[in-house]
């Protein structure tokens, strides 16, 4: 009878297998049974588990036992620090109930779950968030620096091309529309008349046969001094 491994270091919580290898002498078809064992502090034995070669599976709140004849596997369940010790099985013949065949001893050593610092965590749970906070300021900071350059230089850009109607005009544009007070206003077409006076030179009367057949006048055009256009003399020229 042999089990292995030999020595089994765990955390607790965790689960420990061991493997029993059987060998019959006089044959496979004798009846037996195979008991685990678990020493104690006093060197005392004491049983943990058993099953038996008809039996494929027997499983407890603390151990499973699987049957692969001529191998048997333990599993020792949510391993506790007291569960630290020397395992070993013992194979148990029906015809021969007083002789028991004991393997060697397999160390079983389980250890406490580290645990972290409690003093470490909250420094680390609040120095993260500020590097998190400060790092969305600075982005944001720079978006909003590199959006208003953007509009900066399209207004700049736009205002020299002649895009941008200065104030100063906009303004006096809007003076000029019509106000939605204010009644609206009738162009009225106005006709100012010249007079034209055609002088001719006086001169001696020439006899009609001494008399040039091409004869040139010449004539003189004045015009009368111009006057600003009243609405009375604009109602005047048109009666």
């Given at each position: 009878?042999?089990?292995?491994?030999?020595?089994?270091?765990?955390?607790?919580?965790?689960?420990?297998?061991?493997?029993?290898?059987?060998?019959?002498?006089?044959?496979?078809?004798?009846?037996?049974?195979?008991?685990?064992?678990?020493?104690?502090?006093?060197?005392?034995?004491?049983?943990?588990?058993?099953?038996?070669?008809?039996?494929?599976?027997?499983?407890?709140?603390?151990?499973?036992?699987?049957?692969?004849?001529?191998?048997?596997?333990?599993?020792?369940?949510?391993?506790?620090?007291?569960?630290?010790?020397?395992?070993?099985?013992?194979?148990?013949?029906?015809f021969e109930p007083d002789k028991v065949m004991e393997s060697s001893r397999s160390q079983l050593m389980v250890?406490?779950?580290?645990?972290?610092?409690?003093?470490?965590?909250?420094?680390?749970?609040?120095?993260?968030?500020?590097?998190?906070?400060?790092?969305?300021?600075?982005?944001?900071?720079?978006?909003?620096?590199?959006?208003?350059?953007?509009?900066?230089?399209?207004?700049?850009?736009?205002?020299?091309?002649?895009?941008?109607?200065?104030?100063?005009?906009?303004?006096?544009?809007?003076?000029?529309?019509?106000?939605?007070?204010?009644?609206?206003?009738?162009?009225?077409?106005?006709?100012?008349?010249?007079?034209?006076?055609?002088?001719?030179?006086?001169?001696?009367?020439?006899?009609?046969k001494t008399r040039l057949v091409e004869q040139t006048e010449y004539a003189t055009i004045i015009f009368p001094?111009?006057?600003?256009?009243?609405?009375?003399?604009?109602?005047?020229?048109?009666?």
């Amino acid at each position: 009878v042999t089990i292995f491994p030999a020595v089994l270091t765990l955390p607790e919580g965790d689960k420990a297998t061991f493997f029993c290898n059987i060998s019959m002498e006089n044959g496979s078809g004798s009846e037996y049974s195979l008991n685990w064992y678990k020493e104690t502090n006093h060197g005392q034995a004491q049983k943990t588990a058993e099953i038996s070669r008809n039996k494929p599976m027997t499983e407890t709140e603390k151990y499973r036992l699987i049957n692969h004849a001529p191998v048997f596997k333990i599993e020792i369940l949510n391993l506790h620090h007291n569960d630290s010790g020397s395992y070993y099985c013992g194979l148990i013949t029906i015809f021969e109930p007083d002789k028991v065949m004991e393997s060697s001893r397999s160390q079983l050593m389980v250890t406490a779950v580290p645990q972290m610092n409690a003093t470490d965590e909250p420094e680390m749970e609040e120095g993260n968030p500020s590097e998190h906070i400060k790092a969305m300021l600075l982005g944001i900071l720079l978006l909003a620096g590199v959006v208003v350059l953007l509009i900066f230089g399209y207004l700049t850009f736009t205002y020299r091309r002649g895009g941008m109607i200065p104030l100063e005009a906009m303004q006096t544009q809007f003076e000029t529309w019509p106000q939605p007070d204010m009644p609206p206003v009738v162009s009225i077409s106005t006709v100012d008349y010249g007079v034209l006076e055609f002088q001719r030179d006086q001169c001696t009367p020439v006899p009609p046969k001494t008399r040039l057949v091409e004869q040139t006048e010449y004539a003189t055009i004045i015009f009368p001094e111009e006057k600003p256009v009243t609405p009375e003399r604009g109602k005047k020229h048109l009666d």
